[in-house]
């Protein structure tokens, strides 16, 4: 439940949004570059996190796990069962918080594994966290009816010496990874990744490893993978650090591991600052706040492309600490989640968890009801709608309209736009105009030509997302005016697009999000 006075401050700053407006209209241009894609993602960019936290987790007073865990959570439940199979083939990031305390019960060990209980004189507020076979057998059983891939976070500060309050020293001990490897490949667990702790990268959270120990570890888990697997056909990633941008860092840790190591970099993202923040949903709508990640994403890709490393989003929910209730899991909190999406593949991004799959208030489900919440269905149309490459899409003096292009997913020449406004009060009649650049044969410089597949015969499908009666805080969101809701058995509804000419503009109502698509835009790089 949401504290009074905060929902009081939340009611009144949407107000503010949802006042009566004149409504303008504004006519614009979007030019999309298909010359060449600017980025591609991974085909299993869509990811989504499951964690550590018990019910006794509480932020704020408020208690938003249940339970959601990845040690109690009913995974038997059939909408949860129709959620994760509407989003097939999702990859989910197993980790959190807890997960650098997380004994497995498996082969020998020098101590017991105990269950997490509630201390807050320990780092992040519990004492111990044990894995036994028996929920890691049921877990992988849901994953395989599912059809999920699953990257797994290990336990990092395993083996090592504690001192002071939350200092820690000494390399990692792989043994205890090491065995719970040799357990899923003995039982044909599949596992796509294995991943290395959680936020200890810079000044960490919680505590911290240096870059160059930290590059020491992670060489150590690529020889325990390549020894496992050495026989195998599965051969899993080795993913690291998993922790918040900090150039310097992650920079060392690249150099000191060497080539060949770590197949992806992945960092986490909570820029919306804490949940107990009741400026949420003006930074949610604000372009020059959304835009501020641009130079972290651009950081990351030019540091990876440095390095010949893959960049993952290992963790996003926005507002760190559960998130907030009525906001990161309603309507208004889908424009921050698009808008990151595509900025994220523009910048070379190729995979992308959300926190949440299931738990705290930014839950794609929720944890009691296990509806489905409204990013869970941006997710779905992302999935849908949007293939591995990019291009650049720009709208010149709109800096409400945010817009991105790629590739339609399994569509040789097919086109996919995802345009998002964030204006209260002005509707875009948005042109489409393809263009692409090639080389003049008489004097070899480059011109731009329109793309005959925008003709006026060709069809374009349209996916409209708004909020009931304009409401950015309501828990359903509509496409094309009807809502988006599971069936009693949480069977996934049908996304049906309206259809319209290509030669018409799109339609972008204030605080409304739109996928547009044309099949036949007949897009050369789309084709190879």
Not at 99 to 120: A, M, S, T
Not at 234 to 251: E, L, R, S
Not at 336 to 361: F, H, K, P
Not at 439 to 452: E, I, M, Q, V, Y
């Amino acid at each position: 439940m949401q504290h009074p006075a905060l929902a009081a401050l939340f009611i009144l700053a949407n107000v503010a949004y949802q006042g009566v407006h004149s409504l303008e209209m504004q006519r614009v241009v979007l030019q999309i570059n298909t010359t060449s894609p600017v980025a591609r993602i991974s085909e299993n960019f869509i990811c989504a996190t499951l964690d550590w936290w018990p019910p006794e987790k509480c932020d704020y007073g408020y208690c938003s796990w249940g339970r959601a865990s990845l040690l109690n959570l009913d995974l038997w439940n059939p909408r949860l069962v129709n959620a994760v199979k509407g989003l097939s083939p999702l990859l989910l990031r197993l980790g959190g918080s807890l997960q650098d305390q997380i004994i497995y019960e498996v082969g020998v060990r020098p101590g017991p594994c105990l269950p997490l209980q509630k201390q807050p004189s320990a780092m992040f507020g519990f004492t111990g966290g044990c894995l036994n076979m028996s929920r890691w057998t049921e877990l992988n059983s849901f994953f395989e009816k599912t059809g999920a891939l699953v990257a797994f976070g290990l336990n990092a500060l395993y083996g090592r010496t504690k001192f002071g309050d939350n200092g820690f020293k000494g390399s990692w001990e792989s043994s205890n990874a090491r065995d719970l490897m040799k357990f899923s490949l003995d039982h044909g667990f599949p596992i796509v990744a294995w991943e290395l702790g959680n936020e200890l990268s810079g000044s960490g959270v919680g505590t911290s490893i240096s870059a160059k120990q930290y590059a020491a570890d992670i060489k150590e888990l690529r020889s325990v993978v390549d020894q496992v697997y050495a026989r195998s056909t599965i051969k899993p990633q080795v993913v690291a650090p998993d922790g918040f941008w900090d150039y310097g860092w992650f920079h060392d840790f690249l150099q000191s591991t060497g080539p060949n190591v770590v197949n992806a970099c992945s960092h986490h993202i909570y820029n919306l600052g804490p949940g107990v923040d009741t400026h949420l949903i003006e930074k949610i709508v604000s372009p020059s706040y959304l835009s501020q990640e641009a130079g972290t994403f651009e950081g990351v890709e030019k540091l990876m492309k440095a390095y010949g490393t893959e960049a993952w989003v290992g963790e996003a929910g926005g507002a760190y600490n559960s998130g907030h209730h009525n906001v990161t899991d309603r309507y208004v909190f889908s424009f921050w989640y698009l808008d990151e999406l595509g900025m994220s593949a523009y910048y070379n991004t190729a995979v992308y968890c959300r926190q949440s799959l299931i738990g705290g208030n930014y839950g794609l489900v929720d944890r009691t009801s296990y509806d489905l919440n409204p990013d869970y269905f941006s997710a779905l149309l992302w999935k849908k709608l949007m293939g591995r490459n990019v291009f650049s899409a720009t709208a010149e003096n709109t800096p409400y309209l945010r817009t991105y292009a790629h590739c339609l997913k399994s569509n040789q020449g097919g086109l996919a736009v995802l345009i998002i406004n964030l204006s209260n009060s002005t509707q875009y009649s948005v042109d489409l105009s393809l263009t692409h650049s090639e080389k003049d044969c008489s004097c070899n410089k480059p011109r731009t030509k329109k793309l005959a597949g925008a003709g006026v015969n060709a069809e374009r499908m349209e996916y409209h997302l708004t909020a009931p009666n304009g409401d950015l805080q309501s828990p359903v969101m509509l496409l094309n005016g009807k809502p988006l809701v599971a069936g009693a058995d949480g069977s996934i509804p049908e996304l049906t697009p309206v259809t319209r000419t290509s030669s018409s503009p799109v339609l972008v109502d204030p605080y409304s999000i739109v996928f547009a698509v044309i099949p036949e835009a007949g897009v050369q790089s789309c084709t190879q």
